[in-house]
């Protein structure tokens, strides 16, 4: 017989439900919050109460596309942590309530595992051992897996998330929030002419806070000079940042790599989908003879699917929580 797990995500500011049969996707919804925008990053408050709202429709479609319902189920899945733990409590409650009316298996995942076992959303899957490079707009950390529950962390920020390097300098720039995709759209049509300071710390570590700082001072001078600088040299801007942020991402990636000598490297995270990042990836692969996995955009940023993936391997090994689980806000790694 099937198994079929309802997996809940609501960590930050999307809910997401999907549905996994027999480690399979049958269904990913992803209702993406956009009230946020006009305040220029997450109000905490106000994704809790759009979770609230979009809940019920989002299990509701997952169901709907899987072509199953509520009874079909063999375990209610949810992220227990990290994230915001407004959003977090209303997915958790969901799960909670509905594994305890279908008198079923309660699964918690941790979001940044899954991230990383996104991978397994699609073939290919990575051999282990492998690297995954987790760059979100929370996170951003070099993990060496040697299954899917024995996970290390090599290195990580030690401030800012390369995400929010991008939605920082767009917020610099006037861009919408999520800064992300627009900068990656704009850096395509320019040239990176202007340079920015790489954080070189000796072991994996990240840092972006000195290129935030880095890129205020030189708007700032530039502006001075020239009150059109950003309208005029836009593209260029967001090129060269970009290229910044993601010569930083590699350089670790690859040392990671040389000293570990595992050769399958995979990306993740809502920062995996930047177009740049991807191509520079699979350059690097090539010369380097990765064998290299990069998830569908899908599945790389925030959703449901990867934590049904995760919970599928949880289930096989009867790793279940009881009714006594709450949210996590930090929950370790
Ligand atoms: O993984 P994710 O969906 O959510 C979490 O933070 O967990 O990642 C969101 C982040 C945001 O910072 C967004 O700006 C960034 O991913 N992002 C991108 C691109 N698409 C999303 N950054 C650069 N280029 C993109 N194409
Ligand atoms: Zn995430």
Redesign the pocket.
Known sequence: MSVFILAIESS?DDTSASIIQDGRVLSNIVSVQTAHAEYGGVVPELASREHQIHIVPVVDAALKKAGISVSDLSAVAFTRGPGLLGSLIVGVTFAKTLALSLNIPLIEVHHMHA?VLAHFAEKPYPEYPFLCLTV????TQIIKLDSYNEMEILGQTVDDAA??A??KTGKMLGLDY????E??KLAKQGIAKYEFPIADMDNYDFSFSGLKTSILYFLRKKLKEDPNFIENELVNICRSVQDTIIETLIRKLIKASEETKIINIAIA???S???GLRDRFNEEAKARSWNAFIPDFEFC??NAAMIGITAYFKYLDKDFCDQGVTAEARLPF
């Open positions: 930050c991230h979100s707009g929370g996170h995400g929010e991008f939605d999520p800064a992300g995709p900068i990656d995270g809502g920062v989908a930047n177009s940023r925030d």
